[in-house]
């Protein structure tokens, strides 16, 4: 497929406010990729965004399919939309690159899994944090056991939404989103984490709301981890924290520390050298204004999946490592709302 210079065709399905970030992606890759369209069901919104960057009208979802230009889609819709569409999009034969989280409930997400598998076409997600350099460099250490077993593990995101935030229809719901900080916000760090520390074996957890908002869904979250490779953990996620701060995740291994403080690394080794590593920005979204953040990761992740397409491999975020973390949320909420230790299926 592709088009006539041979980039990779991609859709785009969905453009509310989390799409700013990939339509600036989209942008800087147009020399490999070339956006065939966009579509959103408000026919006046969608003209808004495709003249904002600059993107081409999709006039319909079928059309928009039937592109025989057409590689892929992305879909940026809310996450209790996005069944029909992987449905038909494997019936075409179309590849799918799914904003997280999957669905709403592990199950549903199991599902649309389960659908892509079926048809055999490549499903990856967006998890953006993974692509960051920091990432990235942690990633190789770790991966070559650079600084031996892992011991100990703390994440923290200590994140500010306003009211006004929640507010926005569908915000903070359990029919739109699933779920609160922990499916919205915190599930990127949770991403990231598992695939730089590895399976979660069990989990002991306390959700709840605080007084700060009213939603349906959780606020804040803390809990104990026990990994599978021995590493004991802790979580503590909100959006309860005015002003709202950068999500650190520290790692200790048996001779060195290492903290990622959003986009930057810094390691201290036992034998007394420090390494640092990562990218000027500081803003990560973790304060009122959500999309604070660079589009570069985006831009990365979307590339490394279209040359995962071209070449026939797995990209590096596919639906089946999303589910690790689906899973480990589901048995976070769980052993909240049941007082006990719960394993992590």
């Not at 808004?48 to 960057?53: D, K, P």
């Not at 460099?137 to 939404?161: C, D, F, I, K, Q």
């Not at 499916?183 to 598992?194: E, F, K, V």
């Amino acid at each position: 497929m592709s088009d006539a210079q041979g980039r990779f065709g991609i859709g785009v399905i969905g453009a509310g406010m989390g799409a700013k970030p990939h339509a600036l992606a989209l942008q800087s890759l147009s020399q490999d990729i070339a956006v065939l369209g966009v579509y959103r069901r408000d026919a006046v919104q969608r003209a808004e965004f495709c003249q904002t960057y600059g993107l081409a009208e999709a006039e319909s979802f079928e059309a928009l399919l039937a592109d025989p230009q057409l590689d892929a889609l992305l879909v940026l819709t809310p996450p209790n939309a996005r069944k029909s569409i992987v449905d038909a999009a494997a019936k075409a034969g179309k590849h799918v690159l799914l904003e997280k989280p999957i669905e709403r409930t592990l199950a549903a997400a199991e599902d649309i899994v389960t659908i892509a598998d079926a048809a055999g076409i490549t499903l990856g997600v967006i998890f953006q944090h993974r692509f960051r350099r920091a990432s990235r460099y942690l990633a190789e250490a770790v991966a070559e056991s650079r600084y031996g077993p892992l011991e100990a593990v703390n994440l923290t995101v200590p994140w500010w939404r306003p009211q006004s935030y929640y507010d926005q229809s569908g915000r903070g719901t359990l029919q739109q989103d699933g779920g609160g900080v922990l499916l919205t916000q915190a599930i990127h760090s949770l991403d990231l984490m598992l695939s730089l520390c590895g399976e979660v074996s069990a989990v002991t957890a306390m959700a709840r709301t605080t007084r700060l908002h009213k939603m349906e869904t959780e606020d804040f979250v803390s809990a104990g981890l026990e990994f599978a490779n021995g590493a004991v953990g802790a979580v503590m996620a909100t959006t309860a924290s005015f002003p709202g701060g950068p999500e650190s995740l520290t790692l200790n291994f048996a001779q060195a520390t290492a903290t990622l403080t959003a986009g930057n690394l810094t390691i201290h080794t036992m034998s007394g050298e420090t390494f640092t590593e990562g990218d000027a920005a500081t803003l990560g979204g973790g304060g009122a204004d959500p999309m604070a953040f660079p589009f570069d990761w985006h831009a990365a992740q979307i590339a490394e999946f279209a040359d995962a397409v071209r070449n026939g491999r797995q990209p590096l975020s596919t639906g089946h490592t999303a589910l690790r973390v689906h899973r480990l949320i589901d048995a976070m909420m769980i052993s909240s709302a049941e007082g006990q230790r719960m394993l992590v299926s």
